[in-house]
């Protein structure tokens, strides 16, 4: 089945920074990419997607990377404000309807 | 539309006693998800649905856990005998094609 590895667990940057998270999927058949925002005690939002047929999106300031042939796909944040800090999750949806989660990044940023 | 409507928002039960979590999805997605969150395990996937058929549920810890969708419309996740290490937060998510919407979840305690 597929499995989906996030890095880093957590990642510490001042404000204004750029914050890069990354991960990697194992089921070649997986053909939507997208990533989840989840504040302390709420649920995870959608904040963008990707799909296989695309190897880049932008939205303001943030953008995801996806490399069909290494299986990677990557969220980039930049001029990070405080109220960036969450959790990330990124996720890959199979061909069989499964939508499977990494787990997690914990960014802080710091005025 | 309202989103996905899960209940209850919380549950404190004790140990042995059978509990019932429900979740309405967004009308018009056809597929359920039920994830269980913890900060040991993250985000885990216990089982999903598609057109109300249970595809894949190789992620319910025990047979303890049960899960049905009688209609399009309302799913249940029921755990009987709960357990104190089943505390956790509980979502519900639907999606149509990849794109899922989560619910408020239903943090659960099992005392």
């Known amino acids: 089945g597929e499995n989906v590895e996030q890095h880093p667990s957590t990642l510490s940057v001042q404000e204004g920074d750029s914050a890069v998270i990354k991960c990697t999927y194992s089921?070649?058949?997986?053909?939507?990419f997208p990533w989840y925002k989840q504040e302390l005690g709420k649920r995870p939002q959608l904040i963008i997607d990707i799909r296989s047929n695309v190897g880049e999106k932008k939205d303001q300031r943030i953008a995801v990377t996806l490399n069909k042939t290494a299986k990677h796909f990557s969220l980039h944040i930049t001029e990070t404000q405080p109220e960036d800090s969450a959790v990330y999750f990124c996720a890959a949806f199979s061909g069989f309807q499964k939508l499977v989660f990494g787990t997690g990044t914990r960014l802080l940023v710091s005025p | 539309d309202a989103g996905v409507i899960q209940s209850p928002r919380h549950e404190v039960t004790e140990m042995g006693q059978e509990v019932t979590l429900r979740c309405k999805p967004i009308?018009?997605?056809?597929?359920l998800f039920w994830y269980r969150q913890t900060m040991m395990r993250g985000l885990e996937l216990l089982i999903y649905f598609n057109n109300n058929v249970p595809i894949d549920d190789s992620g319910m810890p025990e047979d303890r856990f049960s899960a049905k969708m009688p209609n399009a419309s309302f799913s249940t996740l029921k755990i009987q005998p709960s357990e104190p290490r089943d505390s956790a937060v509980y979502f519900c998510a639907s999606s149509l094609q990849g794109e899922a919407f989560f619910g408020q979840g239903t943090r659960l305690t099992v005392v």
């Open positions: 009308s018009g997605h056809n597929s």
């Open positions: 089921d070649s058949a997986s053909n939507y």
